[in-house]
């Protein structure tokens, strides 16, 4: 069975960094590159969002408008480890961090940010950034 643990999550102020970790594990991940792994975030009485996204085995990167040229999601294929390094951090980044994957579909680029398009998550890592 594939897992996925977040870690890394805190609390900063306004201004700051993080750098949030998701390792997997599980039968699956012998072939890692063949999975799309993304952050998504969900704060409360607001929708879970997708954040940012890499298609299979570190290629092409996907970000939501509020987060482009702050965050930046990679990957360590060899410790099968998502991360997702988050800089001048904002009160609105406030939220559960959750890190979730699936098999890449080629239309990948069109979905990354669906909730449904992952079938595995994470348990979440808790973010609050204060003003």
């Known amino acids: 069975q594939v897992q996925l643990v977040e870690s890394g999550g805190a609390s900063v102020q306004a201004g700051g960094s993080l750098r949030l970790s998701c390792a997997a594990s599980?039968?699956?991940?012998?072939?890692?590159?063949?999975?799309?792994m993304a952050w998504f975030r969900q704060a409360p009485g607001k929708e879970r969002e997708g954040v940012a996204a890499?298609?299979?085995?570190?290629?092409?990167?996907y970000y939501a408008d509020s987060v482009k040229d702050r965050f930046t999601v990679s990957q360590d294929a060899a410790k099968k480890t998502l991360y997702l390094q988050m800089n001048s951090l904002k009160p609105e980044d406030t939220a559960m961090y959750y890190c979730?994957?699936?098999?890449?579909?080629?239309?990948?680029?069109?979905?990354?940010?669906?909730?449904?398009?992952?079938?595995?998550w994470g348990q979440g890592t808790q973010v609050t950034v204060s003003s």
């Open positions: 979730a994957t699936s098999r890449c579909r080629l239309d990948y680029g069109e979905h990354w940010d669906d909730r449904y398009e992952y079938n595995i």
């Open positions: 599980g039968n699956p991940y012998r072939t890692y590159s063949n999975y799309c």
């Open positions: 890499v298609y299979a085995g570190g290629g092409t990167t």
